[in-house]
């Protein structure tokens, strides 16, 4: 009997601990099992590689199965971000204050919020190492690529060539992404392309290794144009010696690139995010260098796109 009773003792306690145990336990997120996208870009581009080296730490540590797509890069990710097709993507700040405006390629203002400021963008103006295009605005009657539709590259790339005083009606623009760009410039269909990307951009690093280019400087006159009609957004920079294996110094701009998402994502979702980008930016580093870059210290200024509230609980500390 006393032993009959010393069973059913230890019966109780075994359940007792294991409900304790289960009401101990975190609750999932109310977001979790979801399956997030994030809009990335040409896949010899930073903004792709970035992504899906992202979509593997958040598939790995979060409740939920995250891939990257290809895209035509920021106009065309914010578009996906704000039709809901996309949870997060990446984004140039002047794609992104068009965005929130309701200007330029956006016929409405989209609700998007920034999570975080990754990096700087340089601005890239490629020609092959031999051609008689010395400036900016040599470019006038040749075939160019100002970047596929829906792309912060043709942004940019219309903006320098009005503050250069070089007409857009006076170059034959073939439209092309950054993937078609690279084999149209080696094969002589193009004579120049634009690019805007992180350094360095993995394309462009390989073609400098199969094909000698070189790369157009942007001078500090047509940088100050651009800024007096777009809010100082861009900053005169150069590219570091040694890129793309040149030895000579270029000027050009640099544009900062967001992480960016829409109003509505939820909190958690974001904050949750933002610790594994932050805890794994070393090892997303080893395969795309720009990832070094991020800092919790600057990651906060993203204007003039607003903080998701999410990401300011993230960088306060706090929980609303």
């Not at 039709?83 to 929130?100: E, K, L, P, Y």
């Not at 989209?110 to 490629?126: F, G, Q, S, T």
């Amino acid at each position: 009997m006393r032993a009959a009773v010393r069973a059913l003792l230890a019966a109780l306690t075994s359940v007792a601990v294991l409900l304790g145990a289960a009401g101990c336990a975190p609750s999932a997120p109310s977001w979790g099992g979801r399956a997030e996208v994030i809009a990335g870009g040409f896949t010899t581009g930073v903004y792709y590689d970035y992504g899906q080296q992202l979509a593997g730490v958040l598939s790995r540590e979060l409740p939920a199965d995250v891939t990257v797509v290809e895209t035509d890069g920021s106009v065309d990710n914010l578009l996906r971000i704000g039709a809901g097709t996309a949870t997060f993507g990446f984004a140039q700040s002047d794609a992104a204050a068009d965005a929130i405006a309701g200007t330029g390629a956006f016929g409405e203002p989209l609700p998007i919020r920034a999570v975080a400021r990754l990096y700087d963008e340089y601005v890239h103006v490629v020609v092959p190492a031999g051609s008689g295009i010395r400036s900016i605005a040599d470019l006038k009657g040749r075939r160019i690529s100002l970047g596929a539709a829906n792309s912060g590259v043709t942004v940019v790339a219309r903006r320098v060539l009005e503050a250069a005083q070089v007409p857009e009606g006076s170059v034959d623009d073939a439209a092309l992404g950054l993937d078609a760009s690279l084999r149209a410039l080696k094969d002589g269909d193009v004579d120049a392309f634009f690019w805007v990307g992180g350094l360095p951009t993995p394309g462009i690093e390989q073609l400098a290794k199969e094909f000698p280019i070189r790369l157009l400087s942007i001078d500090s006159a047509v940088v100050d144009r651009i800024n007096a009609a777009h809010d100082g957004v861009y900053r005169l920079a150069e590219f570091p010696v040694g890129a793309y294996g040149r030895d000579e110094p270029t000027v050009t701009m640099t544009v900062p690139n967001y992480l960016v998402t829409a109003a509505d994502t939820p909190d958690e979702l974001v904050r949750d995010v933002l610790a594994s980008l932050f805890s794994a930016r070393a090892e997303i580093a080893k395969k795309v260098p720009a990832a070094a870059l991020l800092d919790r210290r600057l990651a906060i200024f993203t204007d003039p796109i607003a903080l998701h509230p999410g990401a300011e609980e993230y960088y306060s500390g706090t929980r609303r």
